[in-house]
């Protein structure tokens, strides 16, 4: 018989049809009477299959006492109950590094797009007022200036690296400095913020790192500093930077995550220094289709006895 598990939000189609024709599963968005379904299932569910979004939640986990994995079709955990999975010794994976290139293509194409307007000269463009208007107004050039990257993981990295082909100079704040990075290590991110014409956020969201990008770092990075987010909303004060965009007390934001998906504060609909993307950074089919791949290997190791391909602590 197939191993049971609960099936959090939809996957991937292709990897949905590989779950369903490998186990027996119960989707629980789409059921109108979850705690009903949890309840049908408590018995025979092993496991839990989550994106990085919905995660899941330590109520849900009580209702099902045999589970013994956790799959995250993600690489952030946050929305996991971590601290309840480790009590009751459920194994927590994810699926880090395969998005890490798309991620931190991201970051660039947002710091790209927020400097040079590129919004703004579409929209400028189709409206037909080049013709009537003439040249759209100036904007900020992203070559050579100084990058501080929140964050020196393997998404850190690989943005790191693209970087340097804009000759940005590089400097980071992490946990502690890494020694296989070439780049500056700075331990206060209030002093990397200073330092740097962009913030890029890319650290994973922790109780230490959550609500860190607050006023004191919005006022270090400055008018001239543009902040530039990947990770998670809530890893920055929401409220104070949509006052500081609104302001102009820094120069510009580039979002593709926000405190309350899939909410995004309506103020910041009406600014032109800010570009927005809705939680898009790992969106493509390539990416998707590896972090699909990865929920899939975890799984079948897990069910096989082997060791995890990779886990949470
Ligand atoms: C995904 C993410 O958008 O990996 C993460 O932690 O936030 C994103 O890659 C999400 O997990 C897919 O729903």
Redesign the pocket.
Known sequence: MSHTLVLM?PLLPSVMQILESTYTVHRYWESDDQPALLASVADQCVAVVT????GVEAAVLKQLPNVKIVS??????DAVDRHYCKEHGILVT??PDV?SDD?ADMAIALALAVSRQLVAGDQYARAGRWAAEGAMPLTRRVMGKRAGIYGMGSIGNALAKRLTGFDMSISYCNRSARTDSPHTFVPSLTELARSVDYLFVTASATPESVGAVNAQVLDALGTEGYIINVS?GTLIDEPTLVSYLQEGRIAGAGLD?FAEEPSIPEALYALDNVVLQP?????TWE??EA?GKLVLDNLAAHFAGQPLLTSIE
């Open positions: 939000g994106d990085g979004g919905r995250v079709f993600g690489v952030g955990v994810n699926t998005l991620v998670r995550v939680h898009n950074a790992s969106g990416t998707r972090m």
